[in-house]
Protein backbone atom coordinates (compact mmCIF):
# COMPACT_ATOMS: atom_id res chain seq x y z
CA UNK A 1 0.00 0.00 0.00
CA UNK A 2 1.21 3.31 -0.67
CA UNK A 3 3.18 5.06 2.02
CA UNK A 4 1.70 8.42 2.99
CA UNK A 5 4.68 10.85 4.38
CA UNK A 6 2.76 13.99 6.15
CA UNK A 7 5.90 16.50 5.85
CA UNK A 8 4.67 18.55 9.62
CA UNK A 9 7.91 20.55 9.73
CA UNK A 10 7.21 23.81 11.50
CA UNK A 11 8.06 25.93 8.24
CA UNK A 12 5.55 23.94 6.15
CA UNK A 13 2.80 24.02 8.55
CA UNK A 14 3.42 28.07 8.57
CA UNK A 15 3.47 28.50 5.34
CA UNK A 16 0.78 26.21 4.78
CA UNK A 17 -1.26 28.56 7.42
CA UNK A 18 -0.49 31.38 5.14
CA UNK A 19 -1.92 30.33 1.89
CA UNK A 20 -5.06 28.71 3.68
CA UNK A 21 -6.14 32.51 4.27
CA UNK A 22 -8.62 33.61 2.10
CA UNK A 23 -7.51 36.78 2.47
CA UNK A 24 -4.25 35.87 0.40
CA UNK A 25 -3.75 37.51 -3.01
CA UNK A 26 -2.06 36.08 -5.88
CA UNK A 27 1.34 37.19 -5.41
CA UNK A 28 1.72 35.89 -1.81
CA UNK A 29 -0.45 32.79 -2.84
CA UNK A 30 2.15 31.45 -5.43
CA UNK A 31 5.57 32.70 -3.23
CA UNK A 32 4.39 30.76 -0.78
CA UNK A 33 3.42 28.15 -2.53
CA UNK A 34 6.67 27.97 -4.19
CA UNK A 35 8.47 28.19 -1.09
CA UNK A 36 6.67 25.06 0.47
CA UNK A 37 7.56 23.25 -2.79
CA UNK A 38 11.18 23.99 -2.29
CA UNK A 39 10.91 22.82 1.58
CA UNK A 40 8.71 19.66 0.53
CA UNK A 41 11.63 18.87 -1.94
CA UNK A 42 14.07 18.94 0.34
CA UNK A 43 12.29 15.70 2.52
CA UNK A 44 11.39 14.12 -0.68
CA UNK A 45 14.31 13.41 -1.87
CA UNK A 46 15.93 12.75 1.51
CA UNK A 47 16.76 8.95 0.36
CA UNK A 48 18.21 9.91 -3.07
CA UNK A 49 21.55 7.68 -3.52
CA UNK A 50 24.89 9.03 -3.17
CA UNK A 51 28.61 8.27 -3.97
CA UNK A 52 32.08 8.30 -3.16
CA UNK A 53 34.36 10.63 -5.04
CA UNK A 54 37.71 12.46 -3.88
CA UNK A 55 38.16 15.83 -3.34
CA UNK A 56 41.01 18.47 -2.44
CA UNK A 57 40.11 21.06 -0.01
CA UNK A 58 42.64 23.64 0.94
CA UNK A 59 44.02 21.40 3.79
CA UNK A 60 43.62 17.79 2.28
CA UNK A 61 42.74 15.23 -0.22
CA UNK A 62 39.46 13.59 1.18
CA UNK A 63 36.47 10.94 0.47
CA UNK A 64 33.16 12.72 0.26
CA UNK A 65 29.72 12.17 -0.70
CA UNK A 66 28.00 12.95 -3.98
CA UNK A 67 24.67 12.27 -5.12
CA UNK A 68 24.71 9.33 -7.40
CA UNK A 69 22.77 11.01 -10.72
CA UNK A 70 19.69 9.59 -10.26
CA UNK A 71 17.47 10.53 -13.05
CA UNK A 72 14.44 12.93 -11.90
CA UNK A 73 11.44 13.80 -13.74
CA UNK A 74 8.96 16.55 -12.15
CA UNK A 75 5.57 15.99 -13.38
CA UNK A 76 3.21 18.93 -12.68
CA UNK A 77 -0.60 18.44 -13.28
CA UNK A 78 -1.89 21.16 -15.25
CA UNK A 79 -2.32 23.84 -14.10
CA UNK A 80 -2.20 24.06 -10.76
CA UNK A 81 1.02 21.63 -10.57
CA UNK A 82 3.38 24.68 -12.21
CA UNK A 83 3.08 26.74 -8.76
CA UNK A 84 5.35 23.64 -7.31
CA UNK A 85 8.08 23.35 -10.58
CA UNK A 86 10.11 26.07 -9.35
CA UNK A 87 10.36 25.50 -6.11
CA UNK A 88 11.32 22.09 -6.58
CA UNK A 89 13.81 22.69 -9.14
CA UNK A 90 15.90 25.27 -7.07
CA UNK A 91 17.17 22.11 -5.26
CA UNK A 92 17.55 19.58 -8.41
CA UNK A 93 17.70 21.86 -11.21
CA UNK A 94 18.84 19.27 -13.41
CA UNK A 95 15.69 17.37 -13.42
CA UNK A 96 13.31 17.25 -16.59
CA UNK A 97 10.30 18.64 -16.82
CA UNK A 98 6.99 16.89 -18.17
CA UNK A 99 3.52 17.97 -18.35
CA UNK A 100 0.20 16.25 -17.86
CA UNK A 101 -3.10 18.65 -18.54
CA UNK A 102 -6.36 17.45 -16.93
CA UNK A 103 -9.35 19.52 -15.25
CA UNK A 104 -12.34 18.30 -13.45
CA UNK A 105 -15.03 18.21 -14.83
CA UNK A 106 -17.49 20.71 -12.72
CA UNK A 107 -20.54 18.70 -12.71
CA UNK A 108 -19.25 14.70 -11.97
CA UNK A 109 -15.68 15.78 -10.76
CA UNK A 110 -14.32 13.21 -13.51
CA UNK A 111 -10.83 14.01 -14.84
CA UNK A 112 -10.45 15.56 -18.32
CA UNK A 113 -6.89 14.63 -19.87
CA UNK A 114 -6.02 17.05 -22.23
CA UNK A 115 -2.32 17.49 -22.36
CA UNK A 116 0.48 14.85 -21.93
CA UNK A 117 4.10 15.70 -23.20
CA UNK A 118 7.20 13.55 -21.17
CA UNK A 119 10.60 13.71 -21.16
CA UNK A 120 11.86 10.56 -23.93
CA UNK A 121 13.27 8.78 -21.15
CA UNK A 122 10.87 8.56 -18.72
CA UNK A 123 11.01 5.00 -17.84
CA UNK A 124 14.80 5.45 -16.76
CA UNK A 125 13.65 8.08 -14.45
CA UNK A 126 12.29 8.68 -10.97
CA UNK A 127 9.03 10.82 -11.30
CA UNK A 128 7.78 13.75 -8.93
CA UNK A 129 4.21 14.12 -10.06
CA UNK A 130 3.31 17.43 -8.09
CA UNK A 131 -0.76 18.68 -7.48
CA UNK A 132 -1.10 21.30 -4.60
CA UNK A 133 -4.63 19.34 -4.26
CA UNK A 134 -5.56 15.72 -3.62
CA UNK A 135 -9.25 15.93 -3.55
CA UNK A 136 -11.13 12.73 -4.91
CA UNK A 137 -8.04 11.57 -6.01
CA UNK A 138 -9.33 11.35 -9.84
CA UNK A 139 -6.56 13.43 -11.52
CA UNK A 140 -3.84 12.15 -9.80
CA UNK A 141 -4.91 8.61 -11.03
CA UNK A 142 -5.32 9.56 -14.23
CA UNK A 143 -2.33 11.53 -14.26
CA UNK A 144 -0.39 8.25 -12.85
CA UNK A 145 -2.16 5.83 -15.34
CA UNK A 146 -0.69 8.25 -18.36
CA UNK A 147 2.60 7.78 -16.88
CA UNK A 148 2.59 4.11 -16.12
CA UNK A 149 1.59 3.69 -19.71
CA UNK A 150 4.40 5.34 -21.25
CA UNK A 151 6.79 3.62 -19.19
CA UNK A 152 7.26 5.07 -15.71
CA UNK A 153 8.16 3.00 -13.04
CA UNK A 154 9.38 5.08 -10.01
CA UNK A 155 6.82 7.45 -8.89
CA UNK A 156 5.86 9.70 -6.27
CA UNK A 157 3.23 12.27 -5.49
CA UNK A 158 3.70 15.83 -4.24
CA UNK A 159 0.55 17.76 -2.74
CA UNK A 160 0.19 20.50 -0.72
CA UNK A 161 -3.12 19.16 0.73
CA UNK A 162 -4.81 16.03 0.46
CA UNK A 163 -8.14 14.77 1.54
CA UNK A 164 -8.61 11.44 2.98
CA UNK A 165 -10.60 9.81 0.22
CA UNK A 166 -7.73 10.90 -2.27
CA UNK A 167 -4.85 9.26 -0.24
CA UNK A 168 -7.03 5.99 -0.44
CA UNK A 169 -8.19 6.07 -4.28
CA UNK A 170 -4.29 6.55 -4.94
CA UNK A 171 -3.96 3.75 -2.23
CA UNK A 172 -5.82 1.31 -4.14
CA UNK A 173 -5.44 2.30 -7.77
CA UNK A 174 -1.68 2.69 -7.60
CA UNK A 175 -0.22 1.13 -4.25
CA UNK A 176 3.10 1.51 -5.70
CA UNK A 177 3.16 5.27 -5.31
CA UNK A 178 3.99 7.08 -2.03
CA UNK A 179 2.41 10.30 -1.34
CA UNK A 180 4.54 13.40 0.54
CA UNK A 181 1.63 15.72 1.73
CA UNK A 182 1.98 18.64 3.85
CA UNK A 183 -1.25 18.89 5.23
CA UNK A 184 -4.34 15.60 5.94
CA UNK A 185 -7.31 17.58 5.36
CA UNK A 186 -10.61 16.25 6.86
CA UNK A 187 -12.71 15.90 3.94
CA UNK A 188 -14.81 17.21 0.94
CA UNK A 189 -17.80 19.13 0.46
CA UNK A 190 -20.44 18.94 -1.98
CA UNK A 191 -18.69 20.35 -4.65
CA UNK A 192 -15.30 18.31 -4.13
CA UNK A 193 -13.44 21.14 -2.69
CA UNK A 194 -11.09 19.67 0.24
CA UNK A 195 -12.40 21.22 3.80
CA UNK A 196 -11.45 23.01 5.12
CA UNK A 197 -8.46 23.24 2.57
CA UNK A 198 -7.56 26.43 0.29
CA UNK A 199 -10.30 26.65 -2.14
CA UNK A 200 -9.28 26.60 -6.18
CA UNK A 201 -5.72 26.15 -6.20
CA UNK A 202 -5.17 27.07 -9.80
CA UNK A 203 -7.70 30.18 -9.72
CA UNK A 204 -5.79 31.31 -6.84
CA UNK A 205 -2.20 30.64 -8.38
CA UNK A 206 -3.28 32.05 -11.76
CA UNK A 207 -5.87 35.01 -10.81
CA UNK A 208 -8.47 33.35 -13.07
CA UNK A 209 -11.30 33.88 -10.28
C1 LIG B 1 -7.55 20.75 -9.31
C2 LIG B 1 -6.26 20.34 -8.66
C3 LIG B 1 -6.16 18.88 -9.03
C4 LIG B 1 -7.60 18.45 -9.01
C5 LIG B 1 -7.86 17.70 -7.73
O1 LIG B 1 -7.39 20.99 -10.65
O2 LIG B 1 -5.15 21.10 -9.07
O3 LIG B 1 -5.58 18.64 -10.29
O4 LIG B 1 -8.41 19.63 -9.06
O5 LIG B 1 -9.14 17.18 -7.71
P1 LIG B 1 -9.41 15.62 -7.74
O6 LIG B 1 -8.47 14.97 -6.79
O7 LIG B 1 -10.85 15.52 -7.28
O8 LIG B 1 -9.24 15.12 -9.15
P2 LIG B 1 -8.58 21.61 -11.54
O9 LIG B 1 -9.41 20.52 -12.13
O10 LIG B 1 -9.28 22.65 -10.74
O11 LIG B 1 -7.79 22.24 -12.75
P3 LIG B 1 -6.84 23.54 -12.78
O12 LIG B 1 -5.58 23.18 -12.02
O13 LIG B 1 -6.58 23.73 -14.23
O14 LIG B 1 -7.58 24.68 -12.14
N1 LIG C 1 -9.18 21.32 -6.63
C1 LIG C 1 -8.83 22.47 -5.99
O1 LIG C 1 -8.18 23.34 -6.58
N2 LIG C 1 -9.23 22.63 -4.72
C2 LIG C 1 -9.94 21.70 -4.06
O2 LIG C 1 -10.27 21.91 -2.89
C3 LIG C 1 -10.29 20.52 -4.73
C4 LIG C 1 -9.89 20.36 -6.02
Do not use: C, W
Not at 165 to 188: C, F, R, S, W
Amino acid sequence: MSKVTVIDHPLIQHKLTIIRDKNVGTKEFREVVDEIASLMAYEVTRELPTMDIEVETPVAKTTQKTLAGKKLAIVPILRAGLGMVDGIMKLIPAARIGHIGMYRDEETLEPVEYFVKLPEDIDQREVLVVDPMLATGGSAVMAIDALKKRGAKTIKLITLVSAPVGIEMIQKMHPDVEIYTAGLDEGLDEHGYIVPGLGDAGDRLFGTH
